[in-house]
């Protein structure tokens, strides 16, 4: 069991694969509670993960998933933030930042500029922690959750070392 409020990383090739099908389903609950179908990865969760470039931090908190972010690096141009999602009982708490900057740091680390994202301009909080934590809008894609589902494209540029 992990320590209390610690970020680890699912492991691909964990010894253990009931810790990854633990994650999952704890994951995957998570998912279906906090996203409507056309925004939720809960059906495909699993086949997302096993792609390769792909990585996902989870915040366990007494033993208890209560957040995770997807990233990919699908080369070395560039990364993105496929999800990220506090369990509502454990958001304001600061998670979701620290599950952000996290993700950001292992892009961060596969040497790309960019870190882009897009998010649903109707969910405010996930905005402000994203313009928080650096991101600048750069476009609106019209219906791409749904017909009348938009929206941003988002970026986060470094700073060549
Ligand atoms: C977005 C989300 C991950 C934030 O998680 P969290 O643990 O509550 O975030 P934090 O406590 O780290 O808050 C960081 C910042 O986010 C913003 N924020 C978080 N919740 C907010 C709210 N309810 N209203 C407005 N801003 C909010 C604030 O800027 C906050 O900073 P502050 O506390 O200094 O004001 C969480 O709200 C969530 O899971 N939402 C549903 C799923 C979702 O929308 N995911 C993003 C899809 S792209």
């Not at 409507?36 to 059906?43: N, Q, T």
């Not at 969760?45 to 997807?70: A, I, Q, S």
Request: hydrophobic share 35%; net charge positive; glycine share 6%.
């Amino acid at each position: 069991m992990a320590a209390k409020g610690e970020i680890l990383e699912l492991k691909r090739n964990s010894s253990s694969s009931n810790n990854w099908d633990r994650i999952v389903n704890e994951v995957v609950k998570i998912e279906k509670r906090l996203f409507p179908k056309h925004e939720s990865l809960a059906r495909s969760f699993e086949e997302e993960l096993r792609k390769k470039n792909t990585g996902l931090l989870y915040l366990e908190l007494d033993g208890e998933v209560v957040g995770y972010v997807m990233y990919s690096w699908p080369s070395s141009l560039c990364a993105s933030i496929t999800k990220l999602a506090v369990k509502e009982s454990c958001q304001r708490q600061g998670h979701g930042g620290s599950l952000l900057r996290a993700a950001i740091q292992k892009c961060r680390e596969r040497k790309v500029q960019r870190v882009s994202l897009h998010v649903d301009p109707l969910r405010a909080p996930a905005m402000n922690l994203y313009k928080k934590s650096g991101f600048q809008v750069d476009s609106l894609i019209k219906g791409y959750y749904s017909s009348d589902r938009d929206a941003y494209r988002m970026f986060l540029d470094f700073d060549a070392d």
